[in-house]
């Protein structure tokens, strides 16, 4: 009997992914590759805590008194797929910059995200939101949506669908938030 809510689960997982997939394709028809969009009032993010394919634990507050970028994303999302070396590019040239990023995989296990990473190398964080609760507290409608933090954790910036985060404007928006 244990088998059939973990199979219910699995289903209102990929059902719930589904739709947030068919908004990202939406999104990402109208979005700009290197536009980040003001958040109004700049408020605070949602604090999480949540582990990482190998176990680690990772916390908003750890990454306090630096900007930060913060990706939803999911391996069956193609959006999503497709800007991941960009965003590794830009945590390369962010991270001697005291800049975070970390993409939250959003209703997926570890199994798959090791798979992903296979495929396209990441080095940055990868914590995992299974059952979506961290996600539903943040303001986002589809994935990938990616929020660019101020030190102190407010929300600044928000860019739904695919960008290029390893564009030079974009970067300059996130750098200028350093202190």
Known sequence: MRCLPKRRTRLLSRLFGLAWALIAVASTAYGNDVELTPVEGEPMAPDFALQGPQG??????????????????????????????????????LQDDGIGVIAINVGEDAESIEAF??????????????????????????????????PDGRLVYKATGEREWDDPALLDRVRALKP
């Open 56 to 93: 680690e634990l990772y916390r908003l507050a750890d990454f306090r008194g630096q900007p930060l970028i913060v990706n939803f994303w999911a391996t069956w999302c193609p959006p999503c797929r497709a800007e991941m070396p960009a965003m590794q590019r830009a945590w390369e040239q």
């Open 117 to 150: 990473v296979e495929q396209v190398p990441v080095s940055f964080p990868l914590p995992m939101d299974t059952d979506s609760a961290v996600t539903q507290r943040w303001p986002l409608r589809g994935l990938p949506t990616t929020f660019v933090l101020a």
